[in-house]
């Protein structure tokens, strides 16, 4: 009886194991920031991703024009093997827009609190679409570049209300001290054609959002066909810092869906 029990157990093993490797795997996540922010906004977002067993990048965005920013991160996602789901967060929308057209191994995109721009569209001007932002007056006089154009900060007093309003004032003002300049050129650089309308998308952003006003993020899901938009009510700018969890839920469904 027991060799009957033992040899049933083995064939139960054998018919498991090729249906457990047959499980595809598991996307890789790659976050890209936007400007005034750094891959370290991303933090909370991967701890919870690498809990649930995702690979994760955090890539480099380096903030000087959405064509070029784009072909960096179109780099990071050529090199991985497998599907991608990309993620971005405010400028870092616009590039992954851009970044993910022609990548067949881009399986979703997530636009965290983020620009999905329609080809010839601007960050600034999307900014502007709708009224409420309030990042213009909160800006610091540009920097000048010795190779040309300008950098723009936002000033360091003014960025906790502005950028990170939900988040601990003492983690706001580190941020505030670390942010990462964009080039001023780039939030007027317009896009190309998007990967939003061939590939699905997902949208999440805070309902009090002083950079980017709730009812652009509303009007950009809408025409992305957005898979699901989630609004959290009273998240600022910074979303992924504030609500780690409801960002990367909302990853996490993108990365599962067929």
């Not at 018919?15 to 976050?31: R, Y």
């Not at 967060?89 to 609190?113: D, F, Q």
């Not at 061939?198 to 899901?221: C, E, H, L, Q, T």
Request: hydrophobic share 50%; no cysteine.
């Amino acid at each position: 009886m027991n060799r009957l029990i033992a040899g049933g157990l083995v064939l139960a093993a054998q018919l498991v194991a090729p249906m457990a490797q047959a499980q595809p795997a598991k996307p890789t996540v790659v976050l890209v920031h936007g400007a005034f922010a750094d891959s370290s906004s991303w933090n909370g977002v991967i701890a919870i991703l690498e809990r649930d067993g995702y690979k994760v990048v955090a890539a480099a965005n380096p903030l000087r024009g959405v064509r070029a920013d784009a072909d960096a991160v179109a780099g990071v996602v050529k090199s991985i093997e497998g599907p991608v789901v990309l993620v971005g967060h405010s400028y870092g929308g616009s590039v992954i827009s851009a970044a993910a057209e022609g990548r067949p191994n881009v399986k979703a995109l997530v636009y965290v609190a983020a620009f999905a721009p329609e080809a010839g569209e601007t960050a600034l001007g999307l900014t502007g679409k709708f009224p409420g932002s309030t990042l213009g007056g909160a800006l610091a006089p540009p920097v000048k570049l010795t190779s040309g154009g300008n950098d723009l900060y936002i000033q360091q007093p003014r960025f906790p209300q502005q950028f990170a309003a939900d988040v601990p004032v003492a983690q706001a003002r580190l941020m505030a001290a670390g942010q990462r300049p964009v080039a001023e050129a780039a939030l007027s650089e317009a896009s190309t054609a998007p990967a939003w309308k061939s590939v699905p998308s997902w949208f999440i952003y805070g309902s009090k959002d002083r950079n980017i006003p709730a009812a652009a993020m509303s009007f950009m899901a809408e025409r992305a066909t957005s898979r699901q938009t989630v609004e959290v009510k009273g998240a600022s700018h910074v979303v992924m810092v504030s609500h780690a969890p409801a960002v990367a839920t909302l990853i996490e469904k993108a990365a599962t869906s067929q």
